[in-house]
């Protein structure tokens, strides 16, 4: 683990990955040199948002403020950690 | 089942899933000689080929059908001096691209000039971690430009991927080419294991490894595995599919998740589906690449499991391999409806047992790949 607390690191997709939305499908994806990953729910919108300047934080209340109610707090922050072990965001 | 009226307007079947990816061969030529390219023994001339125009085209509709990735590669796309553009025509249509080459010829402009149009990662070829035995196996001097371009690709900052495929002259050295990948910072390191196919085909007693080498490579490849950490590369082994008496789930199944066009323009569900007699593969110069996914003959051949003869037909795996892979039943047994050989459930399976267990000491020469009829075609140094 690094020394930066998980709120204050400002997620990016890493270099090799991209973010689409696939209108044949109407899913959002992420590409990668070899695999297509097909984000489920509200995934894309999250990664969506992860652009190097927001914080987790910032992320998290700007989805908290669009989808009241959601357990963003809770559900986002672990979802972006499990993508940065992937290797997708940075 | 319920009996249904023989003049009744049978349902129009659903269409079927879209393809995700596009293999583009966008040439048969390559500066490489090596004995194990699948490429078909007749290869396209440059004469035949696919214009930028036609290949821009093949890209728009592409995207527009739902493809998402497509890996541009030959023979060696270098060799296309418009490839720039064709890699221009993907990123337009949405379509992320990789560059599969084997390096020759990928100076720094070059790749600025393809990073420019969009390009998004690169997959590098290389046959032995050992620079004599690689140029030997390429049939050129070729190992010290690909290292330079695997330099050039990292300071760009592209993904990149080694590709290595394995047979009996390169199986033993699993850990120099692992170390190679580690000494050249790649991204990913692919070891996979020779299909037999087209020029491999002819090869395949020259090229075939032994049970006792692929023990000895597995093995390296599970020390590997222990040792890289989680930021190291990704180790990818592909099976041998002749010795794991397993039928590998050939291109995901036919006319499910992949399509290839060819040089000419040739539509396929896989690159290797050009040595099938009576296939009848459609041409995107004569149709559209939607009506060719959905209604050609071709690709509705063997998509799904209606055309499945025993033992497939009844057999619990046959959603996930798909019977293996139809053109290795067509070389093994002369007809592609039947099992894979490479399955141990195949009644065919003796062939391949027999080629697997026949570590031949005397071996014939590697037959190496050039152009015309492979009569013709040179031998190793
Ligand atoms: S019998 Fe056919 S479906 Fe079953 S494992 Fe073998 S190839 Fe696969």
């Known amino acids: 683990m690094?020394?930066?607390?998980?709120?204050?690191?400002?997620?990016?997709?890493?270099p090799a990955v991209l973010l689409?939305?696939?209108?044949?499908?109407?899913?959002?994806?992420l590409l990668l040199p070899e695999r297509v990953v097909v984000l489920q729910g509200g995934?894309?919108?999250?990664?969506?948002?992860?652009?190097?300047?927001?914080s987790v934080r910032d992320i998290v209340d700007e989805l908290a403020e669009r989808f009241p109610g959601a357990p963003v707090a809770a559900d986002v922050p672990p979802f972006l950690e499990r993508l940065r072990h992937k290797g997708w965001l940075r | 089942m319920t009996l249904t009226d023989p003049a009744a307007p049978a349902a129009p079947a659903p269409a079927p899933a879209r393809p995700w990816a596009l293999l583009a061969e966008l040439t048969h030529a390559c500066p490489l000689h090596c004995g194990y390219c699948s490429n078909p023994l007749e290869l396209t001339r440059r004469s035949h080929e696919l214009t930028a125009e036609q290949w821009t085209d093949v890209m728009g509709q592409a995207g527009e059908f739902g493809v998402v990735h497509t890996h541009l590669s030959g023979g060696e796309p270098l060799l296309r001096r418009d490839l720039e553009r064709i890699v221009a025509a993907a990123e337009a249509a949405g379509v992320y691209t990789q560059l599969v080459t084997s390096g020759v010829g990928l100076d720094g402009k070059r790749l600025s000039a393809l990073t420019a149009a969009g390009l998004r990662s690169v997959q590098l070829s290389v046959q032995h971690a050992d620079p004599r035995a690689s140029d030997r196996i390429a049939g050129r001097r070729s190992f010290g430009e690909k290292e330079r371009a695997a330099a050039l690709v990292r300071a760009a900052g592209l993904p990149l991927g080694l590709n290595v495929v394995l047979h009996h002259e390169n199986l033993d050295a699993v850990d120099a080419v692992v170390e190679l990948g580690l000494s050249w910072s790649v991204d990913r390191i692919e070891l996979a294991n020779a299909q037999f196919y087209g020029w491999g085909l002819l090869n395949r007693a020259a090229l075939l490894a032994t049970r006792d080498q692929l023990a000895r490579a597995r093995d390296a490849v599970e020390r590997w595995r222990?040792?890289?950490t989680p930021d190291g590369p990704e180790l990818v082994w592909v099976v041998p599919d002749y010795f794991d008496g397993v039928a590998k789930p050939c291109m995901g199944g036919w006319g499910a998740i992949s399509l290839t066009v060819a040089p000419d323009g040739t539509v396929l569900p896989c690159p290797a589906a050009a040595s099938l007699p009576d296939l009848d593969p459609p041409n995107i110069r004569d149709r559209s690449l939607a009506w060719i996914w959905d209604h050609s003959p071709a690709f509705s051949r063997y998509r799904g499991t209606d055309w499945m003869a025993d033992p497939c037909r009844t057999c619990s795996r046959r959603e996930e391999d798909h019977g293996g892979c139809r053109c290795q039943a067509y070389a093994l047994t002369g007809d592609a409806a039947r099992t894979d050989p490479a399955c141990r459930l195949s009644p065919d399976h003796g062939l391949v047992r027999a080629l697997?267990?026949?570590?031949?000491?005397e071996?014939?020469?590697?037959r190496q790949r050039a152009p015309g009829r492979p009569e013709k075609a040179r031998r190793l140094p």
Do not use: I, K, M, N
Request: some cysteine; hydrophobic content about 35%; proline content about 6%.
């Open chain 1, 2 to 14: 690094t020394a930066t607390s998980v709120t204050d690191w400002r997620p990016v997709p890493a």
């Open chain 1, 20 to 29: 689409r939305h696939d209108h044949t499908r109407d899913r959002d994806l």
């Open chain 1, 43 to 54: 995934a894309g919108t999250v990664v969506g948002l992860c652009d190097g300047v927001r």
């Open chain 2, 226 to 228: 222990e040792r890289l």
């Open chain 2, 356 to 361: 697997a267990e026949d570590s031949a000491d």
């Open chain 2, 363 to 366: 071996r014939p020469a590697v």
